[in-house]
């Protein structure tokens, strides 16, 4: 069965710290995602990837970066945690068929 | 801006009856429509997708009817279950941005009662 595996489905991090989210698939997809998902926001694109060290800014990439050096994983970096990125992360790939997304399981993060 | 409009943002239903989600939206580039299912504690899943050269499009008791020219797009869940009861978004991308970037709805919370 085809799977993206988010490392961690929940941490607390403190204001100002540096936060990296893991996600790794095992389909082989050349696209990979990240939204945020909040309460009446939806699911909003913070970045993606198509290739190999290739990324794209999404509709809200502010405060954010990522990270993709090999094909399966693609990292999400916050650069200095705020109490307003507490969020719901998730991470998705998919192929060029337009099969649709695979979403990992979620990443629950609280900056405090 | 939102690109996707989806109401209503809540819906109880009794088991039995029909659900019907709505989805709105602007970009006349956009080609696909899928709508994602997700249950507490776990990612969205595709539930069902359609393009805009049929106007409907039936997979078991899930349904998408598609209005091009209302720039609308809806699901119907038939004989709703108990087992049903998620969170729904709607969808679009454009072949022609490329790379499948989804825009998403801002979601719907089913809850269907025994």
């Known amino acids: 069965d085809v799977k993206v595996t988010q490392s961690s489905r929940y941490l607390v991090k403190r204001t100002g710290e540096k936060v990296f989210l893991e996600c790794v698939q095992d389909?082989?997809?050349?696209?990979m995602f990240w939204y945020r998902q909040d309460p009446g926001l939806g699911l909003r694109l913070i970045y993606f990837s198509y290739d190999v060290k290739m990324k794209e800014k999404g509709d809200i990439p502010e405060g954010y970066s990522v990270s993709r050096e090999k094909k399966e994983r693609f990292s999400l970096i916050l650069e200095s945690a705020s109490t307003n990125q507490t969020s719901m992360y998730l991470c998705?790939?998919?192929?060029?068929?337009?099969?649709?997304?695979?979403f990992g399981s979620g990443t629950r993060l609280t900056v405090v | 801006q939102q690109q996707v409009k989806q109401s209503p943002q809540s819906l109880i239903v009794q088991k039995g009856g029909i659900s019907i989600i709505n989805c709105a939206y602007e970009n006349t580039a956009f080609d696909y429509f899928p709508w994602y299912q997700q249950f507490p504690g776990k990612g969205p899943a595709l539930l069902i997708a359609i393009r805009p050269d049929v106007s409907e499009k039936k997979e078991g008791r899930f349904t998408i009817s598609f209005n091009k020219s209302a720039k609308q797009f809806s699901l119907h869940i038939m004989d709703s279950q108990p087992g049903d009861s998620a969170t729904y978004f709607c969808a679009a991308s454009s072949e022609r941005t490329g790379f499948q970037k989804l825009v998403f709805g801002t979601g719907t919370r089913l809850l269907v009662s025994p």
């Open positions: 998705a790939s998919s192929s060029p068929d337009r099969a649709g997304y695979t």
């Open positions: 389909m082989d997809h050349e696209n």
